[in-house]
């Protein structure tokens, strides 16, 4: 079973910026960044794929682009999130899984919030 390690959330002010990182226990081609808010249905954020020439594929959800980017550590396994502009609706719990997910190997998430 694929392992998930997200980290990197906590609390911000509106307009700040965090660095999510997420260790996958193996290698996997499309990696993507998904959220829940309380009271609401995770979403998908971002995908990013592997590519063997070097060169990588992004997606973003439409709530995503232009303040996230996401990005990736081949070697590592590792994923990242780099959010900035954050606005306090952007307050969820943070996850990372292969696209489309895995459903088994759903993390722990990490906490965002946004709030003055």
């Known amino acids: 079973q694929v392992q998930f390690v997200e980290s990197g959330g906590g609390s911000v002010q509106p307009g700040g910026s965090l660095r999510l990182s997420c260790e996958a226990s193996t290698d996997i081609y499309a990696m993507g960044w998904y959220r829940q808010a309380p009271g609401e249905k995770r979403v998908w954020l971002a995908t990013i794929t592997e590519s063997s020439s070097a060169r990588t594929l992004t997606h973003y959800a439409d709530s995503a682009v232009g303040r996230f980017t996401i990005s990736r550590d081949n070697a590592k396994n590792t994923v990242y999130l780099q959010m900035s502009r954050l606005k306090p609706e952007d307050t969820a719990v943070y996850y990372c899984?292969?696209?489309?997910?895995?459903?088994?190997?759903w993390g722990q998430g990490t906490q965002v919030t946004v709030s003055s």
């Open positions: 899984n292969r696209v489309p997910p895995l459903n088994d190997s």
